[in-house]
């Protein structure tokens, strides 16, 4: 339970529009009129009674002023999921073999590691930039263009770096909770993490570059995809077993951020942005698939 729901949250936030499409996708008016209308709505939320401290204290600690707003994309995120993602995803977890998922999802794991070398340095850890660099070359030679990992054999564990959490390490503050369409739950900071990280892909500047767009489109597919298999009986289970699932998502959410940015050290001093996963980060694909084994 607690390795899985690793992949709970995080399956929605590999759907990011990357690269030059990301930037228009960002600068659309409508999608700037969706958040606009979303803040407005802000004082809409039921706010505490000023005269609670305790309730005061509640509403803070929740940190999620629009959540009339943000249940409505919700609902709307959990429609398109039930209808379109999850079906894909238990067709790809159940008719494909255990080895070419493994395979798929140690390539993702592998194309994403300029993304994770640049914020581990951007944040000063060398020790894990020094990591990301060796998995990076072992697995793209010895394993085949990263379908394979032995880096993960050789002791070099894959570990996650994004521009959100190299933000949260400079001392930016998180912001209210937000749910975006199709991308889930996020924060200010977050989603500036993820705009950034699409566009410094040295892959979709390349892609983008000599007009291969679509295979931006088709590898964000592919890594929701195979987020999304790795999380359906989790999910499943938290949303059986949740009186309030939105409730449960935006609290694991938080514990999962906040675990991120600290690299699993319940010491350190950093913001806390919404969703944690008492569980470790993403980890190596090996375990994956005992994980996933009966």
């Known amino acids: 339970m607690k390795y899985n729901m690793v992949w709970t949250i995080s399956y929605l936030r590999s759907l990011t529009l990357p690269s030059r499409a990301a930037a228009r996708f960002f600068e659309f008016p409508r999608f700037a009129g969706l958040l606009l209308a979303g803040l407005l709505m802000a004082g809409c939320a039921a706010t505490p009674d000023p005269k609670d401290p305790g309730s005061v204290a509640d509403f803070e600690q929740i940190n999620d002023p629009i959540e009339p707003f ?9 429609a398109l999921d039930k209808t379109i993602i999850k079906p894909i995803a238990l067709v790809y977890r159940d008719y494909t073999p255990d080895a070419f998922q493994n395979a798929v999802h140690n390539m993702l ?8 070398l ?13 990591d990301t ?21 050789l002791g070099y564990t894959f570990h996650n770096e994004d521009f959100g959490q190299t933000l ?28 950034v990280d699409a566009l410094i892909d040295p892959l979709n500047i390349w892609l983008s570059n000599t007009n291969r767009e679509e295979f931006i ?53 950093y913001p806390m942005p919404g969703i944690s996963d008492n569980f470790p980060g993403e980890n190596a694909p090996n375990q994956d698939a005992a994980s996933r084994a009966p």
């Open 109 to 116: 794991n592998n194309l994403r590691s300029p993304i994770i």
């Open 168 to 195: 949260a390490v400079w001392g930016l503050p998180n912001g209210p909770y937000i749910i975006l369409p199709v991308l889930g739950p996020s924060n200010p900071r977050d989603t500036v993490g993820l705009v």
């Open 217 to 269: 489109f088709a590898r964000s597919g592919v890594q929701g995809i195979d987020e999304r298999a790795r999380s359906i009986d989790t999910l499943d289970e938290l949303e059986k077993s949740s009186l309030d699932f939105y409730a449960a998502v935006r609290s694991l959410y938080g514990q999962r951020r906040s675990d991120e940015i600290s690299d699993g050290q319940p010491g350190a001093n």
């Open 118 to 130: 640049a914020n581990d340095l951007m944040q000063g850890k060398l020790r894990r930039a020094w």
């Open 133 to 153: 660099l060796a998995r990076f070359l072992i697995n793209s030679t010895m394993g085949f263009g990263g379908l394979g990992d032995p880096a993960y054999q």
């Open 70 to 78: 943000n249940r409505g994309i919700f609902k709307v995120n959990q």
